[in-house]
T-cell receptor
Framework: DGGITQSPKYLFRKEGQNVTLSCEQNLNHDAMYWYRQDPGQGLRLIYYSQIVNDFQKGDIAEGYSVSREKKESFPLTVTSAQKNPTAFYLC????????????FGPGTRLTVT | GEDVEQSLFLSVREGDSSVINCTYTDSSSTYLYWYKQEPGAGLQLLTYIFSNMDMKQDQRLTVLLNKKDKHLSLRIADTQTGDSAIYFCAESAHQAGTALIFGKGTTLSVSS
């Protein structure tokens, strides 16, 4: 079955700790994305990657970092510099950037206390 | 700049039709999408329309596009309680290096 997996579904961390969210896809897509979703704010783009070893900042990249060492994987690290990290994080992928439809993973709910 | 606007809430009764509206600003948008998000889940691609089309129908879903007014709508016929979800409109200019632009989502509530 082709798809996007995110793990874990729920993640709890103490304030001041870095945490890495996993995203894996087996759709052979070149592009991958990370979004943050807060109630009433829709989706906000954190980072995206068009190809391996390349990524661009989205609208709210501060306090986050990513890597793209493999086509299938695009992990997101939420650093201690992110002021309000508690949110629902969604990963997506597409054949390319631009007009291609994006396919989403099931999301990770991160709670930082 | 690019922006996608949607009304935030819509409430309908089971069996009625639902119409969710969206306006976008990028006149070069070539594809427009509708996604559905159920509680606690990721987004599911429902349907899309190419900018040279006026209408697309897929079972209970009808998408209408008014390119002149940059207005997109999603009609769900015979709305069911299982249709209760958040619906997102998204646009893309089909330029390499750009991501989809999403609206804030419309929460559809279906009562029996």
């Amino acid at each position: 079955d082709g798809g996007i997996t995110q793990s874990p579904k729920y993640l709890f961390r103490k304030e001041g700790q870095n945490v890495t969210l996993s995203c894996e896809q087996n759709l052979n897509h070149d592009a991958m994305y990370w979004y943050r979703q807060d109630p009433g704010q829709g989706l906000r783009l954190i980072y995206y990657s068009q190809i391996v070893n390349d990524f661009q900042k989205g609208d709210i990249a501060e306090g986050y970092s990513v890597s793209r060492e493999k086509k299938e994987s695009f992990p997101l690290t939420v650093t201690s510099a992110q002021k309000n990290p508690t949110a629902f994080y969604l990963c997506a992928s597409s054949h390319g950037t631009g007009g291609y439809e994006q396919y989403f993973g099931p999301g990770t709910r991160l709670t930082v206390t | 700049g690019e922006d996608v606007e949607q009304s935030l809430f819509l409430s309908v009764r089971e069996g009625d039709s639902s119409v969710i509206n969206c306006t976008y600003t990028d006149s070069s948008s070539t594809y427009l999408y509708w996604y559905k998000q159920e509680p606690g889940a990721g987004l599911q691609l429902l349907t899309y329309i190419f900018s040279n089309m006026d209408m697309k129908q897929d079972q209970r879903l009808t998408v209408l596009l008014n390119k002149k007014d940059k207005h997109l709508s999603l009609r769900i016929a015979d709305t069911q309680t299982g249709d209760s979800a958040i619906y997102f409109c998204a646009e893309s200019a089909h330029q390499a290096g750009t991501a989809l632009i999403f609206g804030k989502g419309t929460t559809l509530s279906v009562s029996s």
